[in-house]
T-cell receptor
Framework: DAGITQSPRHKVTETGTPVTLRCHQT?????MYWYRQDPGHGLRLIHY???????DKGEVSDGYSVSRSKTEDFLLTLESATSSQTSVYFC????????????FGPGTRLLVL | KNQVEQSPQSLIILEGKNCTLQ??????????LRWYKQDTGRGPVSLTI?????NTKSNGRYTATLDADTKQSSLHITASQLSDSASYIC??????????FGAGTTVTVRA
């Protein structure tokens, strides 16, 4: 998985609780992304980062926030988890240019009860 | 709105047989098209990438074709193996580098 790890790999939480997912890379790539994958949908971009402390919203960013304080770590926070955020979350990296192939992590399966 | 449609949604083939997956897109302006393979419980892995000027790209038993005029691509799997059982995702990049993902085709190879 191209030097990308995600933690936790599985999580069950309750509605209304905050949740943080972590993506860690050892490739020193500039760009990092968070996607969600749901049945019947393609991967949808939540947020992405183009450098330390530089982030931007994707197409499904409502209810999510991100932070990148180091090149290797990109955190995704569900501020107040809802059942609609039950999904599989993938982190991806690319670089040094944005048009390079994205490499995906193993995913985090999140269930919000 | 940029869209990527894949067909069929799923298919079952016998080991050793060939199959072809389809991808139609409306992404404009077009930059490139990638096919990814996603094994169950894993992240997607890139198989091929094609730019506007390329109409065929191979990676082992996987051959992708692109018709930029009709905005169609196909992925052909030759002599399928059990390890080819996976979801195959078509991803189209616009010139602003934004990616549009298809929902994928699930391929099941049976012995």
């Amino acid at each position: 998985d191209a030097g990308i790890t995600q933690s936790p790999r599985h999580k069950v939480t309750e509605t209304g609780t905050p949740v943080t997912l972590r993506c860690h890379q050892t490739e020193n790539h500039r760009y990092m992304y968070w996607y969600r994958q749901d049945p019947g949908h393609g991967l949808r971009l939540i947020h992405y980062s183009y450098g330390v402390k530089d982030t931007d919203k994707g197409e499904v960013s409502d209810g999510y926030s991100v932070s990148r304080s180091k090149t290797e770590d990109f955190l995704l926070t569900l501020e107040s988890a809802t059942s609609s955020q039950t999904s599989v979350y993938f982190c991806a990296i690319s670089g040094p240019l944005i048009q390079e192939t994205q490499y995906f992590g193993p995913g985090t399966r999140l269930l919000v009860l | 709105k940029n869209q990527v449609e894949q067909s069929p949604q799923s298919l079952i083939i016998l080991e050793g047989k060939n199959c072809t997956l389809q991808c139609n897109y409306t992404v404009s302006p077009f930059s490139n098209l990638r096919w990814y393979k996603q094994d169950t419980g894993r992240g997607p892995v890139s198989l091929t990438i094609m730019t506007f000027s390329e109409n065929t790209k191979s990676n082992g038993r996987y051959t992708a074709t692109l018709d930029a005029d009709t905005k169609q691509s196909s992925l052909h799997i030759t002599a399928s193996q059990l390890s080819d059982s996976a979801s195959y995702i078509c991803v189209v990049s616009a010139s602003d580098y934004k990616l549009s993902f298809g929902a994928g085709t699930t391929v099941t190879v049976r012995a």
